[in-house]
């Protein structure tokens, strides 16, 4: 019986799921390009070669945008450079960046809008073929998502359930739990019940399970239907989100997730690190072996940067040398090299030909580092994460030769401060932008706080700020102090950094009038934070209270001194006039040839 219900419950369920996407596209939609105002809505795009086509939601006040891309399908042979979607937080394609979607992309892609309206920008390349893409968007109240939603889970075992379960899970959810159990083990994730809606792209309602702490990449698989799936993490975390839409909605699901140790580590193969500095490739000379080559076969894609050999072959070089090419992606500036295995030989050879592609991507306030090889169209991956190297610091002059090296920095009111963002790479094609700089009169930045830069726009009118040079950006403004009684003013700057070669890039648009979202969706952006700078006149008081205590402290024991000789002089005065009054008494008691005699009555 329960077999025969499962029969026929999934022809229904199939049949809700057909008419929902049979209703998703209205007949005379446009087919390149569209204005929406709906509060949610889910369509279809088809394109074919040579597209680019932009559409724009418009939202209602005091609400975000959510706009998914549950299905997309580029052209097999595209590539970023060639064929992708760009999401835009504004009205335009001119607006600011926040995020890119192409063949490559390993998520379901989600981006997010704060403000009133968002645009994606779909450009395919001159391929023949059918592109397809599903959309959809909704409007929503940033405060209530994370009610009944998701959360952070530890230990090493725990359940989760989707919201309401077991009753239907609610409409325009997005739900996301992080998974973190204790290191050196990996996450086995168990759905015990599972019921979503069903379509065979999972276009609607869906499950999706990433490899990590984050949804930007490492997606393990994405479920939706009747099933009851299992996934595994190759590391100590994991992440699950549940993404629904406005209608069909079902059980939802129920998992049980446990940690089990890893197995010891083998020596890596291969090993890549990025930095400012440059790129540095490891290779173990085993690895070589079993392909058939030694480090005598090895090339870069400048034959003339050769490697190192010790127990490994190591390959280090500046981010623009040895044949590096550099490109700009929508949201990062990627930095490739190559590493060719060739076959010796004059007439046959019996081994393959090998690429080690070595990729550092400079994305998110951190460097992405991504290396891979192709061998038989098998495709490895292997990443880790640094930092851009940057420094601020303030300047006795416009001539930025000398810095200020004492802390606090002790300036006068409505003095001009020089300050300048060092950013320190070997890359010398780089643009060092400031875009919003505040102050505070506390280091963690707490209320009050003062714009003196937002977006690139001079928010304080005595600030100057420099044109953006490679490795280095530089503003200027006039002292002040805050009202009551702080002493202190911090400066806490974001930055961004682009290529200067590029001419589209955030550091050549200056000034961003509109109020934008706080956290910036350019991808090299960072903050620093510069203080304390001080009054001098604060610096005088505290010199002339130091000098007036010394001065106190000298003066008093003379002071005492001198009162003791006082008391002494007093006491020796008086003593001498109680002997003098002594005497005097005597002598006119007992004066010489007189003398007192009583007369006697004659009576």
Partial sequence: MPALRRSLLLPLLAALALAEDNSIEPRGAPRCGASFHERHKAFRIELHANANCAWQIQRNASQAIRLIFSDFKFAPSSSCETESIKVYDGPSTNSPLLGQVCKDTDAVPVLESSSDSLTFLITTNSVAFTR??????????????????GGQLTGPNGTLTSPNYPASYPALKYCIWHIETEKNSKINLQFQDFF??????????????????????????????????????????????????????????????????????????????????????????????SLGYNE?????????????????????????????????????????????????????TRQKDVQIIAKCKMKNNSTLEVIYFTKNSIIQKMTTVGRYN??????????????????????????????????????????????????????????????????????????????????????????????????????????????????????????????????????????????????????????????????????TPNLQQYSFYSLSVVVLISNVIIVAAVILKYHLKHQAGYGYQRIQSPY
Wanted: hydrophobic share 30%; with cysteine.
């Fill in 296 to 348: 005598t076969h090895l090339e870069l894609n400048d034959p003339s940067c050769s490697p190192v050999v010790t127990d490994s072959v190591i390959f280090s070089f500046p981010l623009a040398s040895c044949g590096t090419t550099k490109k700009e992606e929508g949201q990062s500036i990627t930095y490739t090299n190559t590493i060719s295995l060739s076959a010796t030989g004059n007439v046959i």
């Fill in 390 to 555: 940057v420094s601020m610091s303030f300047y006795d002059s416009d001539s930025f030769s000398q810095p200020v090296v004492h802390s606090p920095y002790y300036v006068d009111l409505n003095q001009t401060l020089f300050a300048q963002v060092s950013l320190h790479s070997t890359d010398p094609n780089l643009l060092v932008f400031v875009d919003t700089c505040i102050a505070s009169p506390e280091p963690d930045f707490g209320s009050p706080t003062y714009d003196l830069i937002r977006s690139g726009c001079n928010k304080d009118d005595t600030v100057v700020t420099y044109p953006p040079r490679e490795h280095y950006g530089r503003f200027r403004f006039k002292a002040f102090r805050f009202l009551q009684s702080f002493t202190s003013v911090y400066l806490q700057c974001d930055i961004v950094i682009c290529d200067s070669t590029s001419t589209n890039s955030r550091c050549s648009k200056g000034c961003i009038s509109r109020q934008r979202r706080a956290l910036s969706p350019y991808a090299w952006k960072t903050n620093i934070v510069v203080g304390p700078i001080r009054l001098k006149r604060e610096l005088r008081s505290a010199h002339r209270s130091e000098s007036l205590t010394k001065a106190e402290a000298e003066e």
């Fill in 196 to 289: 979503l809606e069903l379509d065979k792209n999972c276009q609607f309602d869906f499950t999706a399970v990433y490899d990590g702490l984050t949804t930007s990449t490492g997606l393990i698989g994405k479920v939706c239907g009747r099933a009851q799936p299992t996934f595994q993490s190759s590391s100590n975390a994991m992440t699950v989100v549940l993404s629904t839409d406005y209608a069909n909605s079902y059980r939802g699901f129920s998992a049980q997730y446990s940690s089990a140790p890893l197995p010891r580590p083998a020596q890596p193969n291969m090993l890549l690190t990025c930095s400012s500095d440059g790129m540095k490739i490891v290779l173990s000379k085993s690895y070589l072996a």
């Fill in 132 to 149: 397809s893409f599903f959309v959809f968007y909704y409007f929503f109240p940033p405060e209530t998502q994370t009610e009944n939603c």
